[in-house]
């Protein structure tokens, strides 16, 4: 990986004058997302694009204000990405629910017709008995899931509609609107760039190095690793993986905004979207297993659920690997 260079930056070009234009736009962005919100109506997939505009900017800028702190305001750049952290949290609760009752209903109904995963069938197709029994146990176990994550989906989508029409986020606004013109700057701010920009997004990249290293990424070489104790132990080692993956985010943002690309940004964004799977299949197995300790359900039922929780684990063995292999990439020697 390579650090930022900005020796095309001269001297009497302060810190705050390279990073005010990435926090105008992402405000701008922001007030976009807002706009659109607010024309959507009942348009669903107008406010879905509305939604998704207003939390990819508050991710892009709450990172922006965690990376480059020393630079600013501190108490305001502070308070403003806490909540910021607020609202996309709660905005992306919704969308999640969703997400996450497609992929495993789509599992379910791969599984269920004796395909196996979509990854080489790690998980064998079932045969005989135990496939009639997975029929049926399909059947139920995806309208278990449905109501479960229809309920949960609706208080998330209840949550939302709460957050957007709180004093809360009216402020949260209000200071994006802010932003949109003026960046309270630190001292350091006003510093030349060439001088203070590079250390703290060097500090960012470092603590994501460091949480790759600790990753069990020889073990990750492999695109299944079929031992179900593997599997079970696995489980509990996933937040390292969410660790890396919220750094990585950091890291690009932050090349982002000093408009760098250091490694190519494709083979970045690929590394991050293993990562996104990784999330997306472990959370899934979570609601799998969760779903199978409802009381007094059919055998059948727990049964396709288990098999389903099975494939979602081994999922997440799939998104490591591609995360392996997209990381070599991004630390491979330029030739």
Known sequence: MHNPDHSDHGRDVSAGEVLAPYLHARAADFLRGLRLHAESGSDTAGSEEATRTLRGAARRIGATLHTFRPLLDTAWADQLRTELAWLSGTLALEQ?????????????????????????GAVPAARGSEAAGLTVGAARAGALLERQLTLARTRAHSASLQALGSARFHAVADAVALLASEVPLGPVGAAPAIE???????????????????LPLTRAAHPYNADALALAAGEGQDAPWHQTRLLLRLHRYACEALHTGGEPHSVLYEAARALDRHRDAAEAATAAATAARTPRIAPATAYALGVLHADQRHEVEAARFAFQRAWHRTTAPVP
């Open 96 to 120: 999640a629910c969703t997400s996450r009752l497609v992929r495993l209903v789509d599992a379910l109904s791969r599984l269920s017709s004796g395909t196996g995963t979509g990854h080489g």
């Open 196 to 214: 203070v920009l590079d250390g703290p997004a060097e500090v960012a990249e470092r603590r994501l190095l460091e949480a790759v290293a600790a």
